[in-house]
C-alpha cells in the first residue's frame, strides 16, 4: 500500500497535506507534460513514498510514467498555498506541497516508454502553446520553468 493511500485509510476524505514532487523535461527550449487519464495535462510526477527522498520521488516518477532514467537537477519552485488545494471525484481532499525540479539527463524520443495505467499521451510544447486543458498549478508551472532566474520561486 502506497503512504497516500495508507493516510486516507485512515483519515477518509478529509483534506491532508501530501509532499509531491513534479520534473520538467526540457528539450529544444519546450516543456514536456503528460496527458492524464482525465484528459488533463499536467507535469510527470506524483508523490513522495515512505523512506525516500524528494529527489528519489520525481527520479521514480519519472522513470515509472515516461521510461526516463533522468535525475532531479534543480529545485525551480515550491507550490503550498491553498490556491493548489484540490478536491477529487470521489471526494478526497488535498492541499498540495509541490516540488518542481529540472530534470537532468540525455535521451532519445524513441527512449519515452509511457505508462499506459497513468499516460494517454506526452508532448513537448513551448510557453506560448501549452493547452488550455492544463492543470492551472502546471500552467503556472511552465511559466514558472521558463522565467527561472537561479532563485527558488514560492507560491
Known sequence: MEYWQLIRSKLGTQKVILPTAAG????DNNILLV???????????????LNESITETVEREISEELGLTLKAGQLISVYTSNKWDGKFSNGDEIQNFILLF???????MEDIKIQKSEVNTF????L????????ECCKQKCRDIFAYSGEVILH
Do not use: R
Not at 506560448?128 to 492543470?135: A, H, S, V, Y
Open 24 to 27: 520538467a523535461i526540457m528539450k
Open 35 to 49: 496527458l492524464n487519464k482525465g484528459n488533463i495535462w499536467q507535469f510527470p510526477g506524483g508523490f513522495q513514498d
Open 102 to 108: 529540472k530534470m537532468m539527463g540525455d535521451f532519445e
Open 123 to 126: 508532448q513537448f510544447f513551448s
Open 128 to 135: 506560448d502553446q501549452i493547452p488550455e486543458n492544463t492543470m
